[in-house]
């Protein structure tokens, strides 16, 4: 649908804050280490930036709140 394209295209297009782009990585390396706890912590710390992080077999995925 048009919406879903939209929303797409905006995810795309956002440039991620540097505090936002840090804790990913972070979150990223937590997770290697299998932390899920803390990778937790850190996905809602990300949230609370306002962006959705999503774990996939190809990593994480991170899209506007």
């Known amino acids: ?14 440039k991620l804050p540097p505090e ?3 804790l990913l990585e ?3 390396l937590i997770r290697e280490q ?7 912590e850190l ?3 990300i949230l ?6 999503e774990d996939t077999k190809e990593g994480q ?3 506007l709140k």
Do not use: H, M
């Open 20 to 22: 936002v782009e840090k």
């Open 1 to 14: 649908n048009l919406e879903q394209e939209f929303k797409n295209i905006k995810n795309k297009l956002t």
């Open 43 to 45: 996905r809602d710390k």
């Open 26 to 28: 972070e979150r990223r």
């Open 48 to 53: 609370k930036q306002g962006f959705i992080v």
């Open 34 to 40: 299998k932390d899920w706890q803390a990778s937790d």
């Open 61 to 63: 995925k991170i899209s």
